[in-house]
């Protein structure tokens, strides 16, 4: 019996989602029977050396997001904590947490001119990012504190806590014995000690043990406020995120305490620059690429950074290592091919990503010519075109069906149904607003 195309694709991403991770993690929950375990005793505790029958543990073991856990975690409703150097300890608890942020404006700040060691338009490192935001004076302004120092850092032992979780029945005890913490950066002043946990990809949630265990270690050893920080670093932003821990002994006690978003004095952009760019712009035919359904520009733009960074990359590792699912692993890759920014190749079995010329070339410029790129990259398709160009004569974003309309007189590469066009109108929405975010005022 033949499948319907919706049977057919369902059936191939299903396949595609099936990962290194999920097939050893299925082995493991049928030789342990670790999710009845779960049921009974409300927790499973494995070793390094039980997983390791199947698949390295360092592997098997690191989910920063909420969409890395293997399907059948998910399925469960399962996550997975370090106790010890070897051990870890699996329930029905809660360990992520979802950003909130009301994106501020961000704060423009002068780059130290007599600096030649470190480049802030070229930042493709966690590292180099705390670097330029130390040297800057950005994490100062942020923490609040004075004489601000460098002090810990790298990996050590977590030493010996417990803590309350939140798990789907009430709450689980969990005590850590020398567990393997990292701290990003740790930044001391007069009366603080603000631990870091930087990230150079943009994600929807974040792993709470990255802070929550650098702050239990730290919290019981001084007796200067612990300051847990988030740092996203992407296209030039740099997004800090506060937090505080309601509760030192509840692991899910924590709420965003404030947040700030910095960028490098870099160039100016105006609406007349913009305004120019759509008129000058010259319009190149659709290539026979799916049309982009990616409605976050900014990750189009961190994935190309990720590529950039590491040269190329597979689609599984994408998958695995980024908060992507596997279909947004397609239409994120798909938007960069789309702009001529990605392409890929098969090999040895596995697709693989990587930036074209003209990707390379682009993120080789300063954060300011870049964007400059990007908004003539966009525009220089039609339907993108005409949507700005509407959008400046009567000073608001389109509707969704007048964006359609134009859809449908653009001659766009299979898209044949009013569904289809629809979906592709809300990405065509966000890349115009991600463009008029980027003018200043």
Known sequence: MLLNVEKLTKYLLEIMSDTKNDIAWNKLFAKYKISEKVLKNDAF???????????????????????????????????????????????????????????????????PNYLESIKHDNITSESTALNCAFVTGIIEDFVQDEEIKPTVSGRMSSSSFDFNIKTQKSDLNIVVNNSQIEIDGGYEGVNSLSLIEAKNSISKDFLIRQMYYPYKLWNNKITKEIKPIFLTYSNGIFHFREYVFEDPNHYNSLKLKSEKRYVIRDGAINLELIQ?????????????????????????????????????????????????????????????????????????????????????????????????????????????????????????????????????????YNINSDITFHRRASTISSWINWIVDQIEE
């Open 276 to 412: 120019k760019i759509a008129n000058e712009t010259q319009i190149t035919a659709e290539l026979e690429v799916p049309f982009p359904q990616a409605d976050s520009f900014d990750r189009v733009i961190n994935l190309c950074e990720l590529l950039n960074e590491n040269g190329s990359l597979t689609r599984e590792y994408i998958t695995v290592n980024y908060d992507f699912d596997v279909r947004q692993t397609n239409y994120y890759t798909d938007a960069g091919r789309y702009l001529g920014l990605i392409d890929k190749v098969r090999q040895n079995g596995e697709v693989n990503y990587f930036l074209t010329e003209l990707g390379k070339r682009i993120f080789s410029l300063s954060i300011s010519d870049r964007q400059i790129e990007f908004f003539k990259l966009i525009l220089s398709h039609r339907v993108f075109n005409r949507v700005i160009k509407l959008y400046f004569k009567n000073s608001e974003q389109p509707s969704r069906n007048a964006i359609v309309e134009i859809m449908k007189t653009s001659d766009l």
């Open 45 to 111: 505790e494995i070793t390094s050396t039980q997983i390791n029958e199947f698949r390295e543990a360092r592997l098997m073991t690191k989910f920063d997001f909420r969409s890395q856990l293997p399907e059948i975690f998910s399925e469960n409703k399962l996550s997975i904590l370090p106790i010890s150097r070897g051990g870890y300890v699996i329930s029905d608890f809660e360990t992520f947490k979802d950003f909130e942020s009301k994106d501020p404006a961000p704060i423009k700040i002068d780059f």
